[in-house]
T-cell receptor, first 112, second 113 residues
């Protein structure tokens, strides 16, 4: 049972344009959501998070949007840079569970 | 500042051999600790997590076990490896409060041959 889903395995975007990565979840108990970036043969690095009491959180070029009614979140990267090319994972957590459930990842390629 | 150490970086083991991967965290006390696995073409699968010494929760029944002998040490073990145990194993930690991010180690690439 995949509780966190990233239905696009890959995405290609031109440098300078916006990258939009999507994530859907099924568990209504999730109330904290995170995005991570991962390079090959390295551990994921934390990018940005959002609590369910918000619908938007922004940090520099990265913005996460949360639509609770649709159980959907997205990560916007603007402008996209070649160094953003990596696999992006979304993750979710429910209060009191101490667990982070990850999606399957989306490979982003930013073309110069 | 906090750091997480995970070793070895790569490991090639024959089928049926034992496994021990170690993870330690520095600069924090009573962290929550996690073992994840990334198999080829799949996401990050939570294997085990621990909220304290000796407290281990298993997420997926399989050929692996975990132990937490000290506050900041987390060990992933197997008595007999299977081919299907191959993958990229990641240790992570988070602070023991509310909603915060988890921090990952550099991972161990395990190949069972």
């Amino acid at each position: 049972d995949q509780q966190v889903k990233q239905n696009s395995p890959s995405l290609s975007v031109q440098e300078g344009r916006i990258s939009i990565l999507n994530c859907d979840y099924t568990n209504s108990m999730f109330d904290y959501f995170l995005w991570y970036k991962k390079y090959p043969a390295e551990g994921p690095t934390f990018l940005i998070s959002i609590s369910s009491i918000k619908d938007k959180n922004e940090d520099g070029r990265f913005t996460v949007f949360l639509n609770k009614s649709a159980k959907h979140l997205s990560l916007h990267i603007v402008p996209s840079q070649p160094g953003d090319s990596a696999v992006y994972f979304c993750a979710a957590s429910a209060r009191g569970t101490y667990k982070y459930i990850f999606g399957t990842g989306t490979r982003l390629k930013v073309l110069a | 500042s906090q750091t997480i150490h995970q070793w070895p970086a790569t490991l090639v083991q024959p089928v049926g051999s034992p496994l021990s991967l170690e993870c330690t965290v520095e600069g924090t006390s009573n962290p929550n600790l996690y073992w994840y696995r990334q198999a080829a073409g799949r996401g990050l699968q939570l294997l085990f997590y621990s909220v304290g010494i000796g407290q281990i929760s298993s997420e997926v029944p399989q050929n692996l076990s975990a132990s937490r002998p000290q506050d900041r040490q987390f060990i992933l073990s197997s008595k007999k490896l299977l081919l299907s145990d191959s993958g990229f194993y990641l240790c992570a930690w988070s602070v023991d409060r509310g909603h915060t991010e988890a921090f990952f180690g550099q991972g161990t690439r395990l190949t069972v041959v």
